[in-house]
């Protein structure tokens, strides 16, 4: 009989196997050789115009950023509200206070930097 441990080992070694079996594969069936018309823009049969890199400002990034913060902190208080219902435990509100005055410490420094500021 084989073990808990040893069946995982043997699927992850599968699974590695695998995609060197698969990159591998692609190597040897990829097209040889540079082809101009491959590195060009395509876009709804629409002959590119312009350059196709542009930059954005950097405030955006911490702005979407930010908004996944606390989007997943949202994803946590959810299960944590249906867990405090069932438990009314007073450690696990002062744990959960602890979270939101910690993203809220946050919060206020991006606040105070102007991070939140869109112009």
């Known amino acids: 009989m084989i073990s808990g441990e040893a069946?995982?080992?043997i699927f992850v070694l599968e699974a590695v196997a695998l995609v060197c079996l698969i990159l591998g594969t692609s190597y040897l069936l990829r097209v040889k050789g540079s082809h101009n018309v491959g590195q060009t823009v395509y876009e709804c049969g629409e002959e590119a115009f312009g350059d196709?890199?542009?930059?954005?400002?950097?405030?955006?990034?911490?702005?979407?950023?930010i908004y996944v913060i606390f989007a997943v902190e949202?994803?946590?208080?959810?299960?944590?509200?249906?867990?405090?219902?069932?438990?009314?435990?007073?450690?696990?509100?002062a744990e959960m206070?602890?979270?939101?005055?910690?993203?809220?410490?946050?919060?206020?420094?991006?606040?105070?930097?102007?991070?939140?500021?869109?112009?």
């Open 7 to 9: 069946v995982v080992f």
């Open 52 to 65: 196709a890199r542009v930059q954005f400002n950097f405030r955006y990034y911490v702005f979407a950023l």
């Open 74 to 93: 949202t994803v946590f208080i959810v299960p944590w509200a249906v867990a405090l219902k069932h438990s009314q435990s007073l450690a696990l509100f």
């Open 97 to 119: 206070v602890l979270f939101i005055g910690i993203l809220a410490i946050g919060l206020g420094y991006a606040w105070k930097k102007g991070a939140l500021e869109w112009f």
